[in-house]
């Protein structure tokens, strides 16, 4: 009797086990729809380690390290997963939407196109190349691969998701409008969905940005200054833009006023331009007249070991009454995983002494998520950063550290605060506060 109960005991035991580990699945899936990405991991890390040669259990658990941000040990367990089996297109797919969300877009577009080459109508796989060239402000390629899936699933949700992201990252919210529409069409339950389309509602082609600027001295040696400002834009057109401008300044017991028009233009998604005329009526210490230039123009569009570069040019010219000076800024922007951007820009001035003289400046931006960025940096010249205006009568030293945040509400509103504290030889130190808001009609 002892014997047969204790084999009857053992026969069950697999059976028991196959129960345990399906119940351990059912519960991480679970925990990993609900939110619980903690018990989800700890759960799927659970089920690794009893089949640490399953690849479905790897998948798992790389997609819910990677929805927590947890990026370095999901990209781990991908690569984990991918060495025993090399061609799973699932891990492959969500290895390269990690790589994605970390910021290494370039190897995210290498691992989407080799997938696409093997398997060309992969939906996926398309969605995914679509978003990343988005990503790294690819408009016309990451357009063209959302319109080839709608043209063969016309009611996919993702491309007309993505397809509406991209007509909003280049402010033509009217188009974004459209394809929001036709998601939520598609699939009225989405919450992702409605808050997109409620984020563009009122969105059109106007924007308004507007700031105002605080700035006093060190000891009080001098009074403080106030500047403020706006400046209205309108889009003719997905590329190009017109912008009517103002700025009150108040400083040494004086008031000036400066008009200012501008248009941009995005000849393409490589190379984009403005131009500004700026006029000051009465002008106290303000620059009679201003023109302002520049260019930015990608020079590469980047690599799986080394993301794009942008080259910059900025030229203004100040007509003061005594005469006219001239700058030229000159830099590079240099891109780099996980969001951030180095800058570094030389400056060459000639002043209304017709003197020459250099100078430099150098910051890092990040821009952690698409609602979000933020900037430091360092000036070591002889033109002070407070405001439009240029100081070109100045021959000493002024080194400045700046830094500032935006965030973005709403794709029609965001907010901006930065600090600058500005030391020139021979001068009291200036430190400045300046806030500014954005918002789209």
Known sequence: ???????????????????SAAAAVEDAYTAKQAGDYARAITLYQSLVAAEPANPAHLYQLGTVQGWAGRYDEALATFRRGLALAPQDTDLRLGYGRVLAWSGLLAQAEAVFRDVLARQPDNLDAQNMLGRVLAWRRQFAAAEDEFNR????????????????????????????RGFYARAAATDPASEDIRKRLRGVRRAGRWRLDAGF??????????ADWSDWDAALRY????????????????????????????????????????????????????AEKMLAAGATWRVRDGSATLPSTLVLADYRAAAYAPGTAHSLWLGVTQHTAHHVAVTVKGLTTRNLGARWTHGWLAQLEGEPKDHWRWRFGYADTTESL???VIDFTRARRTRAVFADVYYEFSPVFG????????????????????AGCTTRF
Not at 161 to 170: I, K, L, N, S, T
Not at 213 to 222: E, I, L
């Open 213 to 222: 600027r605080y700035s006093n001295f060190a000891g009080g040696a001098r």
């Open 149 to 176: 899936i709608l043209a063969r699933a016309p009611g996919n949700t993702d491309a007309l998701v993505g397809r509406g992201d991209v007509e909003r990252y280049q402010e033509r919210f009217d188009e974004a």
């Open 1 to 19: 009797m002892t014997v047969r109960l204790a084999w009857a005991c053992l026969s069950i035991l697999p059976l028991l086990a196959g129960r």
């Open 235 to 286: 889009a003719l057109s997905k590329r190009t833009g017109v912008s009517l401008g103002a700025e009150w300044a108040d400083r040494f017991a004086l008031s000036d006023v400066q008009y200012t028009i501008g248009a941009d233009r995005r000849f393409s998604d490589g190379f984009s331009a403005y131009a500004r005329l700026s006029a000051t009526p009465s002008a106290d210490f303000l």
């Open 386 to 388: 407070a405001s439009t």
């Open 415 to 434: 907010l901006r605060l930065g600090l600058t504290h500005e030391r020139a030889g021979g001068a009291p130190d200036r430190n400045a506060f300046h």
